[in-house]
């Protein structure tokens, strides 16, 4: 997975560093998808803490949440949940982001979880 692609100041970016921001996006799931990354060992199996993910996902995708769901998906063993977590995103995540710098942060987790899984979040 590649995390230094994905990170980047989710303000009002001007355009060209938008565009720029836009084409690492699209190369990491372009990667992803062509070029099957191996799973990362030692995930965290913890329900707690997986069962903690989905919520958060419900609860909200914005800006100032984006550090820990990105901990959260390179650290837990989240492969039982994809389901969960797909309509946990659509249910709630996603439908609050009301403000451009939540919008790229929901991108964001959307596009790590479509790295982290590119046959099942797809």
């Given at each position: 997975?590649?995390?230094?692609?994905?990170?980047?100041?989710?303000?009002?970016?001007?355009?060209?560093?938008?565009?720029?921001?836009?084409?690492?996006?699209?190369?990491?799931?372009?990667?992803?998808?062509?070029?099957?990354?191996?799973?990362?060992?030692?995930?965290?199996a913890?329900?707690?803490?997986?069962?903690?993910f989905?919520?958060?996902?419900?609860?909200?995708?914005?800006?100032d949440?984006?550090p820990?769901?990105?901990?959260?998906?390179e650290?837990?063993?989240?492969?039982?949940?994809i389901?969960?977590?797909?309509?946990?995103?659509?249910?709630?995540?996603?439908?609050?982001?009301?403000?451009?710098?939540?919008?790229?942060?929901?991108?964001?987790?959307?596009?790590?979880?479509?790295?982290?899984?590119?046959?099942?979040?797809?």
């Amino acid at each position: 997975m590649e995390s230094t692609a994905l990170e980047s100041n989710h303000g009002s970016l001007p355009s060209t560093l938008q565009d720029e921001r836009y084409q690492k996006l699209r190369a990491a799931t372009l990667a992803a998808w062509h070029h099957k990354p191996d799973p990362p060992s030692k995930l965290d199996a913890n329900i707690k803490k997986n069962t903690g993910f989905v919520r958060k996902c419900r609860a909200s995708l914005a800006a100032d949440m984006l550090p820990q769901l990105r901990k959260d998906v390179e650290t837990l063993k989240l492969e039982k949940y994809i389901g969960e977590i797909v309509a946990a995103i659509l249910e709630g995540g996603i439908f609050k982001c009301r403000f451009t710098p939540d919008v790229n942060a929901a991108v964001d987790i959307i596009c790590l979880l479509h790295c982290r899984f590119p046959d099942t979040f797809t």
